[in-house]
């Protein structure tokens, strides 16, 4: 079909269509954005957490006033748990995922290095920590009894204290050593709170951070170190279950904790399963994904009914023209094509005028917020979805032009 005529019918009508083209441009520039910030928001709800989520209570306590024996309490607190009918391990530590609060460390190559190298989440690790969290070591081993330190004795420390190992996840060791498979980072030296080295001896395939910290990498930046904390530190209590026990099991837990130490108070709303930790943990990632796929659509809508709304006043306009062109010998056909062509030409320049305005928006959310640069790929994908959009909107407009008998048209003149 030849353009010429289209673009002369355009350039009369400059207003309706550069309209129609801000409209399809913003459209574009929101709409990419918007898919962009939903399918983040998806990815960290469905992110891996390394965990065996669905066999796993915390229970949380905090004391009431001071304990100088809490580490004792603590032991007999996991001989008690680890006793319960349907407990298959039992640990203590300083935090659990999916909570909004995390220790966190600067992790560094070299002793003097001036900035560390990354931000790494600090678990402390009794004995039955990764049999408890259920956690894959893809390299290297467990701790051995000898390498485990008393959080007694690291607090009270005068001077640096030096961890004779760390077990540290993949993507940590990636970014770490980029240069060699995570598995290489074995028996390599980190410095981690203080000037000591401390030596890797396992790598989990993940653990992820208690909070949403940094982008998809830096969210499994998670080293464990043999630190045994008492229930003071953190106050996390967690338990593996046998299948189907979960609620059972933190009942008798809480019954348990209840009569080993009466100057605790047991903090309710943070003693659940993990599963549910994780579901209220991304509650507000969740709505906003709704909100913004309603956005989406919304904008969608009106796009819509704009195109719609321009192009069935053209075609009222146009009456007279359209009846020429029919008693011509124009078909219906070559009419519908006129019409979506010359929807399509508008759509491709109001794309373009979106593609750079969603980057242009992604670099001013890049700035104020902890937004990850937009990939290129969302570009198409709103083009395709907008050049549909105005073919499937213009179509009936498009249709009741083709429709007009010559007949009609002529009469009017």
């Not at 790929?377 to 979805?385: Q, R, S």
Request: some cysteine; glycine content about 8%; aromatic content about 8%.
């Amino acid at each position: 079909m030849e353009l010429r005529p289209i673009l002369s019918t355009l350039m009369r009508h400059k207003t309706a269509a550069s309209l129609i083209v801000l409209e399809i441009a913003m459209t574009c520039a929101i709409i990419c954005n918007a898919l962009f910030m939903i399918g983040d928001r998806i990815r960290q709800v469905r992110e891996t957490s390394g965990l065996a989520e669905n066999e796993l209570v915390r229970v949380q306590i905090t004391s009431i006033g001071s304990n100088d024996n809490a580490a004792a309490l603590t032991r007999t607190d996991l001989a008690s748990l680890r006793g319960l009918p349907g407990v298959k391990a039992a640990t203590v530590t300083n935090q659990v995922p999916f909570v909004n609060s995390s220790w966190n460390s600067g992790v560094s190559l070299k002793p003097d290095q001036e900035r560390p190298t990354l931000n790494a989440s600090n678990y402390m690790a009794e004995d039955q920590f990764i049999d408890t969290f259920g956690l894959q070591l893809i390299a290297g081993r467990n701790f051995t009894p000898d390498e485990y330190l008393e959080w007694d004795t690291v607090e009270k420390a005068e001077g640096p204290v030096r961890y004779p190992a760390v077990i540290i996840t993949r993507k940590m060791a990636e970014k770490l050593f980029p240069d060699t498979p995570a598995e290489k980072a074995l028996g390599k030296a980190i410095y981690v709170w203080g000037s000591e080295p401390t030596r890797i001896i396992g790598v989990l395939d993940h653990l992820v951070r208690p909070s949403m910290q940094g982008g998809p990498d830096a969210r499994e930046y998670s080293m464990v170190l043999p630190v045994r904390p008492h229930y003071d530190v953190g106050g996390n209590y967690v338990l593996r279950t046998e299948p189907g026990r979960r609620d059972e099991v933190l009942k008798a837990a809480v019954a348990a904790l209840r009569a080993n130490g009466p100057n605790r108070i047991i903090l309710d709303d943070n003693t659940k399963t993990m599963e549910e930790l994780r579901g209220e943990f991304y509650q507000a990632p969740r709505t906003m994904a709704w909100l913004l796929a309603a956005v989406c659509i919304g904008l969608l809508f009106i796009t819509a009914l704009g195109i719609v709304g321009l192009a069935s006043f053209w075609v009222q306009q146009r009456t007279k023209q359209i009846g020429v062109r029919r008693a011509l010998g124009a078909t219906r056909g070559q009419i519908l094509r006129y019409f979506q062509t010359e929807n399509f030409l508008l759509a491709t320049l109001g794309i373009t005028l979106g593609m750079l305005g969603a980057y242009g928006l992604n670099q001013l959310l890049m700035s104020h917020y902890e937004l990850e640069r937009l990939p290129w790929t969302y570009l198409p994908a709103g083009a395709i979805a907008l050049w549909l959009l105005g073919q499937v909107a213009v179509f009936g407009p498009a249709r009741r032009a083709a429709a007009v008998p010559p007949a009609v048209a002529t009469r009017s003149v």
